[in-house]
Nanobody, 121 residues
Framework: QVQLVESGGGLVQPGRSLRLSCAAS????????????MNWYRQAPGKERELVAS????????VHADSVKGRFTISRDNAKRMAYLQMNNLKPEDTAVYYC??????????WGQGTQVTVSS
């Protein structure tokens, strides 16, 4: 059974950092993790879900949204079957539920349950 589980969210003050993790579970999912592109999305209250960052299968190709460029960094560790989102210099507008998503070579998407990030004084 395929499952993605995010962790690392929480409440932080502006300017602080968080590191989100996304772990893949399920035998086939784990075995072929390096074949899957990984993505982080976020959704703030009353807003549409937006793409934050993407990373290719090898980890060498990344894309970050303009709103987070220079502050957030997506990465992956295929040996550990995990994806990460390092979030530095957090701002109140970063407050959202953050989701990781895997896309298989056949075009199937799998989503995590989401983790809340709240940036507030």
């Amino acid at each position: 059974q395929v499952q993605l589980v995010e962790s690392g969210g929480g409440l932080v003050q502006p300017g602080r950092s968080l590191r989100l993790s996304c772990a893949a579970s399920g035998f086939s999912f784990e075995a072929y993790f390096s074949n899957y592109a990984m993505n982080w999305y976020r959704q703030a209250p009353g807003k549409e879900r937006e793409l934050v960052a993407s990373i290719g299968r090898t980890g060498g190709s990344t894309v970050h949204a303009d709103s987070v460029k220079g502050r957030f960094t997506i990465s992956r560790d295929n040996a550990k079957r995990m994806a990460y989102l390092q979030m530095n210099n957090l701002k109140p507008e970063d407050t959202a539920v953050y989701y990781c998503k895997a896309r298989t070579p056949t075009g199937q998407d799998f989503w995590g349950q989401g983790t809340q990030v709240t940036v507030s004084s």
